[in-house]
């Protein structure tokens, strides 16, 4: 059940069939300007009464279908609105390792202690959590992270439990490290007038395109205050990008903390100053940039980005 209730109950039903899947009849709880949805396939969400009337005559393939069922799954308490109901058809699916990663951290949010086997009793559910087809997918999945030893299932009586097995917990810590589930690129570089316009309409631009959501702290030009806010920021994001034109210290500190946590760091680096750079991260490879082909800086963000991560989901819209 959901944590807030959006306002005055109008109606509800339980014969209607979900709007996205089309196919499962849902829980409907009709609020003023929000309904609530609770269907076996789709899982728990809330349609602004906006859109209501369009997304039951959208169609949804089954790829689009799994995809938008394991994003509710990972934001709680989504609203579906005229803002992102068109994204909804734009989520990109995961790679097979992706899921089967997805997977390894669902199964360890609901394990209590270690050693704990995890009824598989709502197949739904743990189709979501790997963002998967159907039951035959998640198997692939199931069977792919009991043969890495990353699983262990319960041989006894022919149930379907499964436990975390030690192996799975060393995993989890790698890649746990690297925080798989952020969308956030914390962005690195040296304050100043001119910066801050290659920052938005450039750097900022080429992350968003690549499907991750920038955030840079503000901050004074000739302040390299590293406080806990940026540190913190840091340790949310997926990846960062480090901008050395100007070589500020701040830039060199925070590359270096990202580099500590496992994190993946982007150097860039406009190209006349690349020379001042110091020696020890001359061995990185650099996106170098020029004043006057800033779109090319743009856009090689996005690529290098999408190389290492693959395209992600945030859309700023
Ligand atoms: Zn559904």
Redesign the pocket.
């Known amino acids: 059940m959901f944590g807030k209730r959006p306002g005055r109950l109008i109606a509800m039903s339980n014969h209607d069939?979900?709007?996205?899947?089309?196919?499962?009849e849902?829980e409907y709880f009709i609020y003023e300007n929000l309904s609530e949805?609770h269907?076996?396939?789709?899982?728990d969400y809330y349609i602004h009464r906006d859109i209501i009337m369009d997304i039951k005559e959208m169609t949804f393939t089954s790829r689009e279908?799994a995809n938008i069922?394991g994003y509710i799954y990972e934001n709680k308490d989504f609203i579906i609105n005229k803002d992102n109901l068109y994204m909804l058809k734009k989520i990109q699916s995961p790679s097979f390792h992706e899921k089967s990663d997805k997977l390894l951290i669902g199964l360890e949010k609901m394990t209590e202690y270690a050693g704990q086997y995890l009824e598989k009793d709502d197949d739904w559910l743990w189709v979501r959590i790997s963002w998967c087809l159907d039951d035959k997918e998640l198997n692939e999945i199931l069977s792919f992270l009991e043969s890495s030893n990353r699983i262990h299932r319960d041989s006894k009586s022919g149930t379907h439990r499964y436990k975390i097995s030690p192996m799975g917990w060393l995993y989890l810590e790698t890649i746990k490290k690297k925080n798989p589930e952020s969308q956030q690129c914390f962005v690195a570089m040296w304050f100043d007038d001119e910066m801050n316009e290659i920052y938005e309409n450039y750097i900022k631009k080429g992350i968003i395109n690549a499907g991750y959501k920038p955030v840079r702290i503000d901050q004074k030009p000739f302040n390299d205050k590293i406080d806990d806010q940026i540190l913190a920021e840091i340790r949310k994001s997926k990846f960062i990008i480090a901008d050395f034109t100007g070589h500020r210290g701040g830039v060199y500190f925070e590359a270096g903390f990202a580099l500590g946590l496992n994190l993946e760091v982007i150097f860039i680096c406009r190209k006349d100053d690349l020379k001042k750079l110091h020696f020890d991260v001359r061995q990185y490879n650099f996106i170098l940039w020029e004043k006057d082909s800033l779109n090319k800086l743009r856009d090689s963000i996005q690529y290098r980005i999408e190389r290492i991560f693959g395209k992600g989901n945030y859309n700023p819209n």
């Open positions: 069939k979900c709007p996205i899947c089309k196919k499962n849902m949805v269907c076996p396939r789709c899982g279908v069922s």
